[in-house]
């Protein structure tokens, strides 16, 4: 299996990892595929996450496109944030392997559920902002 330069980079060092305690939104999920999990921690501050970490027991996959996930999201409006997708991280990343792009898709949904988690917090509806997080037993990525 071959995997790109930058994600062996963001595999071997990667960034924003670890738990944050005064985090306003938290989202966990679960990949059922292979049963790995991913939490990820945003601080939100007018609508931009300012601050955003992760924990991961997953593939190193999981690991470098949770990187460069968290990377690209710091910094950025919630409505920006929303906008990612995993297909877009992957690019970042200069592609990943086709059996592993389901591992992927963790990040994406970690930080859906995160976002989700800040609005309920606010007493706003999340769904019809953030819409499902999507249950990998139901996504058609694998
Ligand atoms: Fe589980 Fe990659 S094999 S996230």
Do not use: W
């Not at 970490?53 to 996930?69: E, N, P, Q, V, Y």
């Not at 995993?86 to 994406?108: F, I, Q, R, T, Y």
């Not at 706003?124 to 990525?141: K, L, S």
């Amino acid at each position: 299996m071959m995997y790109s330069a930058k994600v062996m980079e963001h595999f071997a060092n990667p960034h924003n990892v670890g738990e944050m305690p005064d985090a306003n939104g938290v989202g966990e999920v679960g990949n059922q595929k292979c049963g790995d999990i991913m939490k990820m921690y945003i601080k939100v501050e007018n609508n931009v996450i300012t601050d955003v970490k992760f924990l991961t027991f997953g593939c190193g996959a999981a690991i470098a496109t949770s990187s460069m996930a968290t990377d690209l999201i710091k910094g950025q409006p919630l409505s920006e944030a929303l906008k990612l997708t995993n297909k877009a991280v992957v690019e970042a990343l200069d592609g990943l392997p086709a059996v592993k792009l389901h591992c992927s898709v963790l990040a994406e949904q970690a930080i859906k559920a995160a976002i989700a988690d800040y609005y309920r917090r606010q007493g706003i509806d999340p769904t019809p902002i953030v819409g499902e997080i999507e249950d990998c037993e139901a996504c058609h990525c694998h």
